[in-house]
């Protein structure tokens, strides 16, 4: 039986399932859901679409959509109007336990464990000592802990970004997107969870944001399309 292991990102697994229904699929993580996640929590129409073709349409239930934007671009320039197709925003502690729901009932097994070693043959990839498979999609983001144990050089530069997010009150109902013209390409954002509180954030190239946590979190306090 062929093995496909994936490490971190929920909707992989689904896919995996979808493309080789006949596979065993494991899901690795390092730890438990539901847990939280830094994140805009916004869902393009694109996601969403990508979800409908996974047969995860399921975890938009319960949560409205946004039909709304607003915009400034780098030159102040702003646009507000209805979105052609709408998103959603939900908070990553609820979608991702609802993507390993779905994988779960695919058929997916979820595994937690930390990747510690890669081994990289021929014939294919040997996580941990134990698990075999032709190849491995090591989706776990800008801090990869697989690129590390490989010994592949991070990301840095231009090529990192950084952001910051809280939550807040509010009674905006549309998505608020500014782009930053100090810390860009980047932007501040406001985006309506539908339950009286928004995602509010903002992030740029991790070398020209602001060092330190306490000029961080001013200079999110003084994003104007924030507060």
Known sequence: ?????????????????????????????????????????GLGPHAIAELAMLGAHEVLSGH??????????PHGVQFSGVIPRPGYVIRRFELDASLIN???????????????????????????????????V??????????RVLGL????GTNLAFAVRGYMKTDKEAISIAWEPHYGPGYSWVFPLGDGYANVGFGGIKDLMPKGTELLWNAAADRKSVV
Not at 66 to 71: A, F, K, M, P, S
Not at 138 to 147: E, F, L, M
């Open 138 to 147: 090591a989706a776990d983001g800008a801090n990869s802990r697989c690129r």
């Open 1 to 41: 039986t062929e093995i496909y292991t994936l490490s971190l990102h929920d909707a992989l697994p689904i896919c995996m399932r979808q493309l080789s229904p006949k596979s065993r699929v494991v899901l690795l993580d390092k730890a438990a859901f539901p847990r939280d996640k830094v994140c805009g929590d």
């Open 64 to 73: 409205e959509p946004v039909t709304r934007i607003e915009l400034r671009g």
């Open 102 to 136: 779905v994988a779960l009932r695919h058929g997916v097994e979820v595994v937690v464990e930390r990747v510690n070693t890669l081994e990289v043959s021929s014939s294919g990839v040997v996580v941990n000592d134990r698990w075999s498979a032709p190849f491995v």
């Open 153 to 156: 050089a991070s990301a840095s």
